[in-house]
């Protein structure tokens, strides 16, 4: 339950989301870009062959510690405020970001859930303002309840009446 001024955290489970998320992106796109990468230069003799297996085994290696590990880290760094006069989103691993949303400039609030998302029972929220068209503040990995009840809390308190 969501607790006025109180820093929230995102669900656990969200870091299975993300190794999950990460591995389908390599299993179907970096491992074969850096097949095809390292196989067209062999053929064009750039590089001893030899070399070239080290250089792409190394960077699929990094990959996979990265899909594995990075995940908890963006986790115990994403926390979220929503305060009196403001929704504040903290995220950033190495470069720490706070963003703040006021009330009085969201314009509307949705959430959103992709497959991956919907079988760990987790949503984004996305929060627009008058600002643009993209979403000015998002929350991934929350419990698909607990979205929906931030998003009708902050469309509650948004305020922007079109002026």
Known sequence: MLEPNATQRLDPGVVMLWRMQRIVRLTLVSIPTLIGLGLITATANIFPTALLVVVVMTLIAINVVFALF??????????????????????????????????????????????????????????????????????????????????????????????
């Open 70 to 163: 990075w995940p908890a880290l963006e986790y115990n760094a994403y926390r979220y405020t929503v305060r009196d006069q403001d929704l504040l989103v903290q995220s950033g691993v190495l470069f720490r970001r706070w963003s703040s949303i006021p009330h009085n400039r969201i314009q509307h609030v949705d959430t959103r859930q992709g497959p991956f998302e919907r079988v760990f029972g987790l949503s984004r929220l996305l929060v627009f303002t008058a600002a643009g068209m993209s979403a000015d503040g998002s929350i991934p990995g929350l419990r698909t309840e607990e979205a929906e009840r931030l998003r009708d809390l902050l469309s509650r308190r948004g305020g922007d009446d079109g002026v």
